[in-house]
């Protein structure tokens, strides 16, 4: 019985397989074959009609086709797919963009700079020993040239680009969409934010573009980039922002835009739009192992440019406010030792003397948390915001003093190039206020100077010999920290020989037995870190976190 099953079963799925090889070829052939009349359909068999029935046949499918058959073309009132075309946009902006050609006068003496190892009759050749002075080169000046970026924001001609495009230019050429050229002057230049402003006297009106505001993008949002790429003029490309607030080292108020829209080489200086039309980034950076764009670039963002330019166009050079104060990071030990909620704000660890803090308003120790009603999240905010605050204008600085907020009043100075070094005087600014070393003869006191150990430091009073032995300034006072044991908590810290104890928790120390005596008191208060004033042979200041466990 099993055995004619079987039997049965094979003659049914030897007629199946027979039945689909016969049919196969039928479609193909009717695709090939678009006159041929139609053939008469069978009516179809109730297991043909349900193809899940048990016994069903599926018919074969049908060969690939050679012949390419485009899909209909959709009806005109219908939306084309994809992402939204920026045709309109990108069209009303770029005769607003415009290149900059530099030549440079450069003496060439024939002894510069080699070029590398270029194997010969590469086609690269030809352009090394256009740029270095190998062997033959000719001696005499010689005429380099670079292309930029940038556009126009005032109808009467000024014009915006980057520091780094114009820089030590003798001649600047602004090339504009239609092909026309004219001469441009500098009108200044900002080299803290690589920003510059041009001026060309146009015979007509130009087209300009108006600043947008950058602080209200947010990542994610779509933006245009138009430049002269490699000398490409007038090309656009599209991306989002990546990120904001970058910090790439590029300057003391770095504060960049990152996209992803393609910048390479010859978009400096160049416009960044967002979709209304409106720069809200200057195209500056970008991070390319390769020359090309990888999708990093970076932009000014308008809330820092827009003030540099302003004041370019108006005086010539940028005017920034200054607070006149040395600070450093907050760390988790450092606001930890101070009773902070979390790391952030401005630790000022001293005060320049003839700045604008005159009358202590703000003290060494302080934490600035807060600027003209702008919150300092990290040290670095700190001199971008002040420098853009209005010189002579009284302003609220919100600190945090001895565990309390407070509000004091400050008018900040203004920046001049001649102290840009928060360390300008090298003196210490509380010397003058430091209470005098106590000279007292009796044992109790001669037993406080003498030298401690504690947390891995030798700590002894800063005697004459002791300050010329580590070459310690006249202003610098507190106690000599003399040797630091290698993997000591101090060590971990950065604290080295011939540096200085000045205060322990804001209290000033006179004596090696009162920096133990105060950590103590603190460890017992259920402090974890005990928050030191430490100043350098120099006098500089800075504060550091000894962990008390």
Do not use: C
Not at 43 to 62: D, F, I, K, N, V
Not at 123 to 141: K, S, W
Not at 296 to 319: H, K
Not at 437 to 456: F, I, L, M, R
């Amino acid at each position: 019985m099993a055995q004619q099953v079987r039997s049965s079963w094979k003659r049914f799925a030897a007629g199946g397989i027979a039945l689909a090889v016969a049919v196969a070829p039928i479609p193909g052939w009717a695709q090939t074959q678009p006159d041929a009349p139609a053939p008469a359909q069978a009516p179809s068999t109730p297991s043909q009609s349900r193809p899940g029935a048990p016994g069903a046949m599926l018919p074969a499918p049908a060969p690939p086709s050679t012949s390419f058959n485009p899909p209909p073309s959709p009806p005109a009132n219908m939306t084309p797919g994809g992402p939204a075309s920026i045709a309109d946009l990108s069209e009303g902006l770029l005769d607003a963009v415009v290149n900059i050609s530099t030549s440079q006068s450069v003496k060439s003496s024939g002894n510069g700079p080699q070029p590398p190892q270029i194997q010969e009759g590469s086609p690269f050749q030809e352009f090394f020993d256009d740029f270095f002075d190998g062997e033959g080169g000719q001696r005499g000046n010689r005429k380099v040239s670079s292309l930029g970026s940038g556009f126009v924001i005032d109808p009467a001609g000024y014009v915006v680009t980057n520091n780094h495009v114009i820089e030590g230019a003798d001649d600047i050429e602004v090339v504009f969409a239609n092909g026309s050229k004219l001469k441009a002057t500098l009108i200044g230049t900002d080299t803290k934010t690589d920003l510059s402003v041009l001026k060309v006297e146009p015979k007509t009106p130009l087209k300009a573009v108006p600043f947008g505001n950058s602080h209200r993008m947010r990542i994610g949002d779509w933006v245009m980039a138009i430049g002269n790429p490699f000398g490409l003029g007038g090309s656009v490309t599209l991306g989002i922002i990546s990120a904001r607030g970058r910090n790439i080292n590029a300057g003391p108020y770095d504060n960049f835009i990152q996209t992803d829209a393609a910048i390479n080489k010859g978009n400096s200086g160049g416009p960044l739009f967002n979709m209304r039309g409106e720069v809200i980034g200057i195209n500056t950076a970008i991070i390319s192992p390769s020359g090309g764009s990888i999708g990093i670039g970076f932009a000014v963002p308008t809330e820092i440019a827009e003030n540099v330019v302003r004041q370019l166009i108006e005086f010539g050079e940028t005017r920034r406010g200054w607070l006149g104060v040395r600070i450093q990071p907050v760390t988790d030990e450092v606001s930890e030792s101070l009773g902070l909620d979390r790391a952030r704000g401005a630790l000022v660890s001293g005060i320049i003397n003839d700045g604008p803090i005159k009358n202590g308003e703000i003290k060494a120790g302080d934490v600035i948390v807060s600027f003209d009603g702008e919150p300092i999240n990290e040290m670095r905010d700190l001199p971008r915001i002040v420098a853009e605050s209005p010189v002579g204008k009284e302003v609220d600085v919100v600190i945090l003093r001895d565990g309390k907020q407070q509000t004091v009043k400050v008018t900040p100075g203004r920046l001049e190039d001649s102290v840009q070094s928060a360390d300008a005087d090298g003196e210490d600014p509380q010397a003058d206020d430091a209470p005098e070393t106590n000279d007292g003869s009796d044992q109790g006191a001669e037993q406080s100077k003498e030298p401690v150990k504690a947390y891995g430091m030798t700590i002894a009073v800063l005697d004459e010999e002791r300050r010329k032995s580590f070459d310690i300034a006249e202003s610098v006072e507190g106690v000599v920290v003399t040797e630091v044991a290698a993997g000591s908590l101090a060590a971990d810290k950065g604290v080295k020989p011939g540096e200085v104890i000045v205060e322990v928790a804001q209290d000033f120390v006179e004596q090696p037995s009162d920096v133990t005596s105060r950590m103590d008191a603190l460890k017992a208060e259920g402090r974890r870190n005990a928050h030191i004033m430490i100043a350098d042979k120099a006098g500089n200041l800075r504060f550091v976190a000894i962990p008390l466990d």
